[in-house]
């Protein structure tokens, strides 16, 4: 399969800077899979699993959420807001921070603060279930 | 009378002493700080340089709905974002960054403030200038989402018209010896000249909404790198602050012991003498 430069940064560091031959990604608008030779494109990256592929054939999964992704001649760079490899995810931490959103959601009334708790919620579901498709 | 300024130098060299110990401490913890707060710097500033190549083809992608971001306009008020550090004792770092602050304040009432780091705070309610946020102001425990949030309101303020242009003054980090207080517009964003890559993205949905997504998270990012540069900064000029401040301190002890042995000097000599001459005179 053909590869292309793949950058995957957040704002604390750099997730993975090298070759790759597939990238798929959930954005706001649905899952994108981005192959070589791939159009130009701008995406938002929505709260989901993103799955890439390295040079030598390693799959890498990872829950991915916020930022977004560009594709310019066949340079992808997927500046997220938090990337985390399933590897390196804590499941407590994940199982607790949704155990938090729950509970704050059935208590509060407020709209917006209902709005940040469901996405937290989302974030940690996704954490989960990464972690748990992952193995 | 000697012997009176024996003991004075004596209580001089104890002071300085202490301090010097004091001084080398602090070196040492800002070293130990200095170099988990650069890998962080140099991390965020990949991110930094991947994001401004991004904005190349989010420019170039619609410049229609990009405009809100782009455009310069009036009428409301300019907001500076200035970082500066927690604590004192870091040589000029605080004082420049409120200094070049200074220099490209606009009009006092068309001006507000978001200060970062305890030392601007202070400084801006003592000035009584008007402070949009302090919600922000322990610089040395914010994290990617804190500048997240700062990003928002930022920005939630900026569409509302209530700000129509924001300035980041910070402190660029250039090495463990150098650094160097430099301003930043955020808003309006300034697209790079160059800007013809030939790239002619496409994307599924709407711009506008794929820009109100995407928006915050660069100007985000963009904060979240000026944080981790700014508290490097301050970490290595409390380093070679204190550095000197412990080689002064040492040349002092030298040159105060250097005078308590002349002083001492002084009194033996004075006291053989008067011992000789009561010899003599039996």
Redesign the interface.
Known sequence: MKNYRL?I??????VFDGNASSLSIR????N?QILAGH??????IGIGKAVFVTEDGTVKTASAA???L????DTV?V?A??FELAEEIDLRRAEEAQARAEAALSQTSDEAEEKIMKIRLARALNRISVVKGGK | MAAASMNDIKARMRSVNSTMQITKAMELVATSKLRRAKE?AE??C??RR??Q??LV??SR?SERAASVYTEKRQGGKTLYVVLAGDRGLAGGYNGNVIRLTREVFCAKENRTVIPLGKKALEFYERRGEEILTSAYSQISSLG?SD??RLAREILDRYLSGEVTRVELVYTRFVSMMTVVPSRMTLLPITLPEETD?????????DPD??LR??IP??L??LL??AI?EAFASECASRRTAMNAASKNASEMIDSLSLSYNRARQAVITQEITEIVSGAEAL
């Open positions: 950058q940064v957040t704002p604390d560091r750099v954005t706001t608008e649905g994108i159009v130009d494109l701008i995406a938002a916020g930022g977004f560009t594709v310019t001649k760079r500046l807001t938090t | 962080r991390a965020s990949v991110y991947i994001l190549d991004a083809s989010l992608f990617v500048a997240m890559d030939g790239s002619d993205p496409i994307t599924d949905g909404e794929l997504a995407v998270d660069y985000g990012g979240y790198s981790t």
